[in-house]
């Protein structure tokens, strides 16, 4: 018999054409790509009811050039003004520039790139220098009534930074990414607020030879956006990394800040902690931008000491069984892993295949023994911490494990995940070639309502024919824990396509889920946040963006909504 | 040769008479004592040369009827209006009800009312039963600008609830007392915020036959104060327990409040984790009741496993040796003790009495082995968890301090602390009516400014001749640590007492230590705070209070000091 040739469709596997629009939305990396492997493609294939045929064409691509008419608007004075500040060369006006930093990382947004469409953008791209420079264009701009917008790393995902009045924005990571200090005693590296993860974590790892420490740091926090985002952005949108059950949130991780506001600069006291009246670092992490711009952070850091990381995964029966193993966990006062990640029966079947589980010896042994397609869950880890913790962790997460029914996996399916953490959102441009798109919403929410929560947002979502949807809880605390879905759609119209985005978070909300875990407000979220808070709360948040810019310059329209 | 007998002076033991002014200022229970014992006597004696006789006469004592003429200056109207609201039998406009819900436990005012000087104190206590009835009181205290107080537990040693402006005081803890849930699966318990320590600690470890729970929980929060401190107290004065190393600090306990202020009744989210804007919760904690009145409260709760719990204590050679220990083990990530506690050699030459350490074998041991009385430092500690968690921490903890040459003292010392844990207070009355005052201070440091502000301090207090001065760092973090200033003087002068106070204030703040790390702010120490904060984030406060409190009725003078 002659054996057919797979069919491969032929993703993009090259750069996209400077000036494109592909260029604007691509995340990440450039040279970056993740392109669905042949076991995601056969179950796309079977899920839309596409053939090979489908995937011959690809039906938008966005390698056209940007080509806009959208002049800037700002006062001639005011950027004249601006290029003396900043210098000449750290502005710019060009229509692709000025898309580029307004262009985050929503579906809605590739959707309209890809179609040439493009909404509003800055005025102005700024590169500025330092916070000093920083003080004097918020000083310029609330002179102005001109509103400020921040890029970091340009990952958002819910429009943090659109330019909704236009006006200029700050790009923070062009020059504003250097370690200011480790210090060693304190175990605090202060830093500016535009540097990347890589590079800060890089710092860290090399404090001995970088700044002369005797030890190895790291920062602990490590979101799927590591790579394209600013250690500012992980503050001011309250973001989580992967392993933050054990290194806890960005806002746990943060000692203090200093920020820029059109009330001035000022620096939040940096002790451990201290009795003087409510904290007023406190206001400014989640604020997006809206009260002021965080230009320098203090943050916590941790030993580096990867070769005491323990590894382990495991099968449970069902998604009932793993979440009640993952309360007792988090409830069981030994210390938290760091990665702790379960999965629901869907997302596990997909999870099996990516971890390379399938089709080996533990997928004959875990059909023999009943975990069943459909019904079983995925759960990995890894603890980090001192060697006697982690091994301890690791020993009592297989005895609580065991005790709810579940077969160790060995560290297998941990370590094949680790190397591919970031890499996931480089399959949303595959896919979208292909007018199929991949998004997610997430959530938090107290152990006793973690089931409703994730039946009835999986229920809405599936009630759309030919959909998929994988869910997950990676952030765990005695008191509860996240849930994230992933939702894999079929869909080229936008209005169609944001109906459904509404329908979910609006039932994420209805169904006792909080509007969002970890990725932050934003102006798509912002809508709901008067109903999700409550009027007086809501108020709370007017009272302090009208203190601190009474002229609704920073980052109008997001936030806020106004 | 015929035995001298010893002399013992006439300490009081018996309870205040009802309407003195002793039971208005006697700490915690009427019945409740701790005599200063022969080996502290014979100290007090030594450093403040004075003899037995100097002892046969108290000095001042409060036995005094009190009687004042004060009458209420509140308008009869508001009284009727109020006793309507919560019954006339819950209010009281009598003068000495009026002075003991005014007054708090500073040395201020105990030498003050020991001599008869009443200031300011409130014209209305209230009882309220509920929540709508301080909703009520609120609303019709703000119409009519009355200043509104709130009494908890009454343990404030910084006139926390002083009545600066007069008006009325709600007594929290006499009905607002009661637990509401205890969720066993969220591991969180929702009570109203006047319940005190005991009450709230004894419903969690008997949640089996109280709540129908399967497990037996602790609220791990144990202030000294913890008998006479209420749930809303600790979290709007930033409190820590002395178990705050392992549970977090009161503002890490609180889950979510419910607060009535003159601009509404609001409950904050109670997710783990949320990334919806800065947290409307963190603008409460820590407010002082400047912002409104918390009500109910929902707090993290952990399980009740006292027979895990470790003890350990150490002896080392110096105070930098136990300082380098401590910190190794703060940021040792192997989980942290519950009690952890370390002594100045001041202080440790006191403890070693307390603890019932002197003339035993260990201290002949350690002489032998070279730890030098005025230089040698104490450490005790506790481990709390799951078994294997604080076998673990035992061990770590004896590796490090063996490492920077401590001895070990076997669980002893730990254990002989603990009973009377909250029983120092008892022992600042005996002392007082012989005109020795016991004070204390305390901060928050970073690991890398601890000496400085050690010594500082410390070099201050010593100044003044005849002054004991005992330091220890009792709440440990990653960055830093507290210091906890306790002096002892003989002083009859109360302004000569409040000039050495504020000396001392303001050394602490000079020499790099926050203005207090878990007593909270009150009228004491405001007047510090513009300097401490800076003007800008001083105005971020004050936009606050203004939209809370635009009247400001909500304990004016207090956290704002106007």
């Known amino acids: 018999m002659a054996k057919h040739k797979i069919f491969i469709p032929d993703w993009i596997h090259k750069a996209p054409e400077p000036g494109s629009y592909r260029s604007v939305f691509k995340y990440g990396d450039p040279e970056g790509f993740k392109h669905p492997n042949e076991r995601l493609f056969q179950e796309l294939k079977k899920t839309f009811n596409l053939s090979d045929e489908d995937f011959r064409k690809k039906e938008?691509?966005?390698?056209?050039?940007?080509?806009?008419?959208?002049?800037?608007?700002?006062?001639?004075?005011?950027?004249?003004?601006?290029?003396?500040?900043?210098?000449?060369?750290?502005?710019?006006?060009?229509?692709?520039?000025?898309?580029?930093?307004?262009?985050?990382?929503?579906?809605?947004?590739?959707?309209?790139?890809?179609?040439?469409?493009?909404?509003?953008?800055?005025?102005?791209?700024?590169?500025?220098?330092?916070?000093?420079?920083?003080?004097?264009?918020?000083?310029?701009?609330?002179?102005?009534?001109?509103?400020?917008y921040v890029y970091g790393g340009g990952s958002s995902v819910n429009f943090g930074f659109y330019p909704e009045k236009r006006g200029i924005t700050l790009v923070l990571s062009t020059h504003m990414n250097k370690v200011l200090e480790v210090n060693e005693i304190n175990q605090t590296a202060t830093v500016e607020a535009g540097i990347l993860g890589p590079a800060f974590e890089n710092a860290l790892n090399n404090a001995p030879e970088k700044s002369g420490c005797k030890k190895r740091f790291t920062c602990g926090h490590f979101p799927q956006s590591f790579e394209y985002s600013s250690i500012g952005g992980w503050i001011v949108t309250?973001?989580?990394?992967?392993?933050?059950?054990?290194?806890?949130?960005?806002?746990?991780?943060?000692?203090?800040?200093?920020?820029?506001?059109?009330?001035?600069?000022?620096?939040?006291?940096?002790?451990?902690?201290?009795?003087?009246?409510?904290?007023?670092?406190?206001?400014?992490?989640?604020?997006?931008?809206?009260?002021?711009?965080?230009?320098?952070v203090t943050w916590k850091i941790f030993r580096y000491i990867p070769e005491n990381r323990k590894y382990f995964g495991f099968i449970f029966h069902n998604w009932e069984s793993v979440v009640n193993a993952s309360r007792e966990i988090s409830q069981g006062e030994f210390g938290m892993p760091a990665v702790f990640r379960i999965s629901d029966?869907?997302?596990?079947?997909?999870?099996?295949?990516?971890?390379?589980?399938?089709?080996?010896?533990?997928?004959?042994?875990?059909?023999?023994?009943?975990?069943?397609?459909e019904e079983r869950c995925l759960f990995i880890g890894t603890a980090d911490g001192s060697t006697s913790f982690t091994k301890n962790i690791k020993k009592q997460v297989k005895r609580i494990?065991?005790?709810?029914?579940?077969?160790?996996?060995?560290?297998?399916?941990?370590?094949?995940?680790?190397?591919?953490?970031?890499?996931?959102?480089?399959?949303?441009?595959?896919?979208?070639?292909?007018?199929?798109?991949?998004?997610?919403?997430?959530?938090?929410?107290?152990?006793?309502?973690?089931?409703?929560?994730?039946?009835?947002?999986?229920?809405?979502?599936?009630?759309?024919?030919?959909?998929?949807?994988?869910?997950?809880?990676?952030?765990f605390y005695p008191q509860g824990t996240n849930l994230y879905f992933i939702y894999i759609i079929k869909e080229n119209d936008i209005?169609?396509?944001?109906?459904?985005?509404?329908?979910?978070?609006?039932?994420?909300?209805?169904?006792?889920?909080?509007?969002?875990?970890?990725?932050?407000?934003?102006?798509?979220?912002?809508?709901?946040?008067?109903?999700?808070?409550?009027?007086?709360?809501?108020?709370?948040?007017?009272?302090?963006?009208?203190?601190?810019?009474?002229?609704?310059?920073?980052?109008?329209?997001?936030l806020f909504n106004t």
Chains 1, 2 share one sequence.
Not at 108 to 126: A, G
Not at 254 to 272: A, I, Q, R, W
Not at 523 to 543: D, F, N, T, V, Y
């Open 495 to 558: 209005e169609a396509y944001k109906e459904f985005q509404k329908g979910i978070i609006q039932k994420i909300t209805e169904s006792g889920g909080s509007l969002s875990h970890h990725h932050g407000v934003g102006r798509m979220i912002s809508p709901w946040m008067e109903q999700h808070l409550g009027k007086q709360q809501m108020e709370i948040l007017m009272a302090l963006k009208k203190h601190f810019d009474p002229n609704n310059i920073m980052n109008p329209g997001g």
């Open 238 to 296: 309250l973001g989580s990394g992967q392993q933050s059950s054990y290194y806890g949130d960005a806002a746990d991780l943060v000692l203090s800040l200093e920020v820029v506001t059109p009330k001035g600069t000022f620096k939040t006291l940096d002790y451990p902690a201290t009795a003087t009246g409510p904290k007023i670092l406190e206001v400014i992490k989640g604020s997006e931008g809206a009260f002021g711009i965080v230009v320098e």
């Open 345 to 373: 029966p869907e997302e596990t079947h997909h999870g099996l295949k990516l971890y390379g589980i399938e089709g080996t010896v533990f997928d004959k042994i875990m059909a023999f023994r009943g975990y069943k397609p």
């Open 60 to 148: 938008t691509t966005g390698i056209e050039k940007v080509e806009l008419n959208i002049p800037s608007k700002l006062d001639k004075k005011i950027i004249e003004k601006i290029n003396q500040i900043s210098g000449k060369e750290n502005t710019s006006v060009t229509e692709y520039d000025r898309l580029k930093y307004s262009t985050g990382q929503t579906v809605e947004e590739h959707m309209k790139l890809r179609r040439k469409i493009t909404e509003k953008i800055t005025d102005l791209v700024v590169h500025p220098r330092n916070k000093m420079e920083i003080q004097e264009i918020v000083d310029l701009c609330n002179k102005n009534k001109t509103p400020v």
């Open 401 to 475: 494990c065991r005790k709810h029914g579940a077969m160790y996996l060995t560290p297998y399916p941990a370590k094949k995940w680790e190397p591919g953490r970031y890499r996931d959102p480089y399959l949303k441009e595959d896919l979208m070639d292909y007018g199929i798109l991949i998004d997610t919403l997430e959530t938090s929410v107290n152990w006793d309502s973690v089931h409703t929560v994730h039946q009835k947002v999986r229920e809405f979502i599936k009630s759309r024919p030919l959909t998929i949807c994988l869910t997950h809880a990676s952030h």
